[in-house]
């Protein structure tokens, strides 16, 4: 029996594990079973049948809620090729693809045995736009099947091209020629007319690869003088050859410094070489050299999908310039953790040695530059939490973090080998090579596996150059450890003790039911109020045509009636950012931020920062999310949950603002108006019914209404109990003391301003 450990990479989405099945006769008791175990829960299981249409329906697929089962048992009479035949119809791939539950974009970080694995592939992100130049040899190797699926591949890959993206193709073969001189933007009229001249590309002469990559470069820096190139797309080369160099320069070290020379660090080179007879150890150095990755394209009937499948991991980069962090003096041995880029689909991997600490958990901090926003995550775990539940499943692996740690490391340190400037460098890396293969027993190219028995040996070598590597992205350098830390305004953070005492700092707060806490802080009053309104409703809090800032909440109705009567709260908050269109929706369960026609969302389930156009969203897990447009207007939206069985009450938002908001003169809305505080005086204080709760008369705006001694909530420091707040209370939804009534502040949409001729009812 052969016991083995592989590393699952994430591409498309999915990990994919596959086995070759060819047993070469009829088994009679064939039988593959997968068992699949995450801790954090599997969102997807697949067995697509790939051994042929004989097999069809015999694959079965168990899925719970963490574990998985694919079974694979035909039986003997199933196997056969025909009815009356002896030879076996079992003869191919047997695949398996799933992926993981995520509960938010900062990643996943899991813990064992002394060591640490942190996984990053955040989703819900809209893509970057790119600048491409195709380089493809058309060399007279190409003619013939490798130039035909060449070409078809490039059909369908310029189709996927947006108006967003621009590109250029060049080809080379003795020559270099381009089909356009610029990047052009990728149209339907360009796209049609660069789809014509590759139909008309007759592959023959030598191959320059050198002028060709050259040429390439050159394209994308004068793109990026002229200002044609997004500072936040992504600019890369794709090169598509078979061959070596056989015109101008030919000699391998040379072009590679040629290239490294001229190339710009925002650039990055991918190659793929067609069949054997190419040099993939050079590809492969000159991809890596310039924030890159090659791959083989095997010469076959389906060479037009694996280039295709290559070109879709790398058609849609959702961050750049990632950096993955940890506390100082909390991790050691950190494998790469910075990365020029990430797809979509893919996954980032970094792993490193645990330290002792004395704190119970793990923090990371992970920075990433996406489309229109720089970002900041967070994701934390229990460092003992892990190991116990391993220990628990059957078919869980020991120890994995370490060698996870281990397998990456190699894979670092053979492409730091094949850079390697002189032979000492050489040395050095290669002898640390052996030790860690050595003591982690993986078979590299550098070392090999010896399997005896009483009649004979084998010797089982790693493949010279592997079809696939640990490390998505590019290798790039690794940046100092920092001590990070993270502020939230010290209004959103409540100052007074759990006890009934007078809200303090000038904050304002539309909490619960909803019930509204109008803070007045020239005679240091609370008023409240509530507002009856249905679900679905959207209720104007601010809105200010002079900052361009409008703030509006939905209401959500509970399950159901309580006292004859439904309650309703805040089931969406929106901040719209008018000068520069940006929206931010917090939800109850996710926060989207939409800028133009991109729109990203996060989950509750991970701290994290975003920096967008001038508006900052910090989002603390599970808890809240602060809002701070063009640093003078500042919102705090807290989270309430509930028990999801509960037959009446449902997940909801409280609203807190400060009173220091930097308003306009023209601002208004249910909590807007009293930006410009208006007169007030309560007198006549009487004791009422409830002997806790005195009775007076209040004169605002030349209304005289009778108001009753009561309290609401703070939760910013206790959601549960939350804090009194005293206030004076007014009756029938703030009638007299807002102006007008509470419809007028009743809009279409989370973005909607009230209307001009509302806004001094």
């Not at 094949?418 to 000492?424: E, M």
Request: hydrophobic share 35%; glycine share 6%; aromatic share 8%.
């Amino acid at each position: 029996m052969l016991h083995y450990q592989e590393v699952m990479q994430r591409r498309l989405g999915v990990y994919q594990h596959t086995l070759h099945l060819q047993p070469g006769r009829l088994v009679p008791n064939l039988q593959v079973d997968v068992h699949i175990f995450e801790p954090k829960g599997i969102s997807a299981v697949e067995a697509p049948n790939t051994l042929g249409e004989l097999f069809q329906g015999i694959t079965t697929v168990t899925q719970g809620k963490d574990k998985a089962h694919v079974s694979f048992r035909p039986s003997l009479q199933q196997q056969r090729k025909c009815h009356n035949c002896t030879d076996s119809a079992v003869d191919g791939v047997f695949t398996v693809r799933y992926d993981v539950q995520r509960e938010n974009n900062a990643g996943e970080l899991q813990v064992s045995d002394g060591h640490f694995v942190h996984f990053f592939a955040p989703t819900n992100l809209s893509p970057l736009s790119k600048n491409i130049v195709f380089v493809i040899d058309v060399s007279g190797s190409m003619w013939g099947l490798k130039m035909k699926q060449t070409v078809e591949a490039m059909q369908a890959i310029l189709s996927d091209l947006t108006l967003d993206d621009y590109f250029s193709i060049i080809d080379f073969n003795h020559n270099v020629r381009c089909w356009s001189e610029d990047l052009v933007p990728g149209s339907s009229i360009n796209i049609e007319d660069a789809k014509k001249y590759i139909q008309n590309i007759k592959p023959n002469g030598g191959t320059n690869i050198n002028e060709a990559l050259q040429r390439a470069v050159q394209m994308l820096v004068k793109a990026s003088n002229q200002g044609l190139i997004d500072q936040r797309s992504v600019s890369m080369i794709i090169l598509v050859s078979d061959g070596d160099p056989t015109v101008g320069e030919i000699k391998l070290s040379n072009i590679q410094k040629n290239v490294k020379r001229i190339m710009r660090e925002e650039f990055s080179l991918f190659s793929l070489g067609i069949g054997f007879d190419v040099d993939y150890d050079f590809l492969e150095r000159i991809a890596m050299d310039n924030r890159g990755v090659a791959q083989r394209i095997y010469a076959n009937h389906d060479a037009a999908d694996q280039l295709r499948t290559f070109y879709s991991q790398v058609s849609s980069p959702l961050l750049r310039r990632i950096t993955i962090q940890f506390p100082e003096g909390s991790v050691s041995d950190v494998t790469q953790s910075h990365f020029d880029k990430f797809f979509s689909g893919s996954e980032l991997v970094v792993a490193g040695k645990l330290q002792s600490t004395g704190f119970p958990t793990l923090h990371s901090f992970t920075t990433a530059s996406a489309a229109t926003m720089d970002l900041t995550l967070q994701a934390e775990t229990d460092i003992d939490e892990l190991d116990p539940i391993l220990n628990q499943q059957p078919h869980s692996v020991t120890g994995f973090a370490r060698q996870m740690w281990a397998y990456i490391t190699i894979n670092q340190l053979l492409a730091e080998r094949a850079l390697a400037p002189n032979a000492q460098k050489k040395r050095t890396i290669t002898q640390r090579i052996l030790n860690l293969a050595v003591e982690h027993q993986f078979v590299t190219p550098l070392t090999a596996l010896l399997i005896e028995s009483e009649s004979e040996k084998l010797l089982a070598d790693s493949p010279k150059d592997p079809k696939h590597g640990c490390c998505s992205g590019s290798l790039g350098l690794r940046p100092p450890v920092q001590r990070l830390v993270h502020t939230i305004p010290p209004w959103a953070h409540a100052t007074a003790p759990p006890t009934p005492s007078p809200a303090t700092g000038h904050i304002t707060i539309v909490d619960n039911d909803p019930h509204f806490i109008i803070h007045l802080p020239k005679r240091d009053m609370n008023v409240c109020f509530n507002i009856d309104s249905e679900p679905g409703k959207i209720l104007n809090l601010v809105s200010d045509p002079g900052t361009g800032v409008v703030i509006n909440g939905q209401l959500v109705g509970s399950k159901a009636p309580q006292n004859h009567k439904l309650k309703t709260y805040f089931g969406t908050i929106g901040v719209f950012y008018r000068p520069e269109g940006v929206r931010v929706n917090v939800r109850t369960d996710r926060i989207d931020v939409v800028e133009g026609k991109n729109n990203h969302s996060f989950s509750w389930g991970g701290t994290a920062d975003i920096i967008t156009k001038g508006v900052k969203i910090s989002i603390e897990k599970d808890s809240k999310v602060t809002v701070v447009v063009d640093g003078r207007i500042s919102a705090m939206v807290l989270l309430h949950r509930v028990w999801k069985r509960h037959p009446i009450n449902v997940d909801f938002l409280g609203f807190y603002s400060p009173n220091d908001n930097q308003y306009s003169e023209q601002v208004h809305g249910l909590i807007g108006q009293f930006a410009s505080e208006p007169d007030i005086k309560v007198f006549n204080v009487h004791d009422g019914p409830d002997p806790k709760k005195k009775e007076a008369t209040m004169d605002i705006k030349g209304n005289k209404l009778s108001v009753t001694r009561g309290w609401q909530k703070d939760y910013r420091e206790d959601k549960k109990r939350g804090s009194d707040v005293y206030c004076w209370f007014v009756h029938n939804s703030g009638k007299g003391f807002i102006d007008g009534h509470f419809t007028n502040y009743i809009v279409p949409s989370l973005d909607s301003f009230l209307p001009q001729d509302e806004e001094c009812i």
